[in-house]
């Protein structure tokens, strides 16, 4: 399944199955893209990056695909556990004259069925 | 590691107090930055700070004022504080050199009664 990670809409997904979790980000500029994942009670954690130069990084078990000509960022999570509920939020960063500006996207909810 | 440590989970106040929100991070990060996080409006930047005694607004810096007296700790304060600002506050830290993730405390849940 899919979701846009504007709202907090809820992914529902099999346990074993893979996520997708969708951000549309708003600045052509940006150079660089976060993956945050947020459980209940917590601060962000981070899960992945990518820079602006690349269109796909791995790490383990999550993959983050940037697709710059939609300004469209997902994050990819291989055998869905039951460890990955959380709020999955994407982020990135403007850089400016003096000073980067970061934006962050709302979240996803992941939940997971057994 | 690095470590963001938020001095309180839960603080309940009552309107019109001066409230303290403190935050101490332990790898030497110059920039050090206060959110709010709402739901569904994601995290806002309300004030950073990239060196000790300098500070920045971000995007919704009314009603708010921070210190940084040293490094390690960045203090956000409430000068008469109000419904409106019960949120989740979250600090986070970020070296200066090169493009890298922020890391984050685990966040205060304010109440403001």
């Known amino acids: 399944g899919e979701s846009v990670g504007l709202h907090l809409p809820t992914l529902s997904v099999q346990e074993g199955d893979n996520s997708i979790i969708n951000c549309a980000y708003s600045n052509s500029a940006s150079d660089y893209f976060i993956w945050y994942k947020q459980e209940s009670g917590k601060g962000p954690q981070f899960i992945i990056d990518i820079r602006s130069n690349m269109d796909k990084r791995q790490g383990q078990r999550v993959t983050v695909l940037l697709n710059k000509t939609v300004k469209h960022l997902s994050l990819q999570i291989a055998a869905t556990q039951p460890g990955d509920s959380a709020v999955y939020f994407c982020a990135e960063n403007i850089p400016g004259s003096s000073a980067s500006k970061i934006i962050f996207g709302s979240g996803t909810r992941l939940s997971i069925r057994p | 590691d690095v470590k963001v440590t938020q001095s309180s989970r839960y603080l309940v106040k009552r309107t019109g107090e001066k409230v303290f929100l403190e935050c101490v991070q332990d790898?030497?990060?110059?920039?050090m930055f206060w959110y709010r996080q709402d739901p569904g409006l994601g995290l806002r930047l309300i004030y950073f700070s990239y060196d000790v005694k300098m500070k920045e607004k971000g995007d919704i810096p009314e009603g708010y004022s921070v210190s940084r007296e040293k490094k390690e700790r960045f203090s956000l304060i409430l000068e008469s504080a109000s419904t409106n600002q019960t949120s989740m506050y979250l600090c986070?830290?970020?070296?200066?050199?090169?493009?890298?993730?922020?890391?984050f405390g685990d966040g205060t849940r304010l109440s403001i009664l």
């Open positions: 986070a830290s970020l070296p200066v050199q090169g493009i890298r993730p922020q890391h």
């Open positions: 790898m030497d990060h110059e920039n």
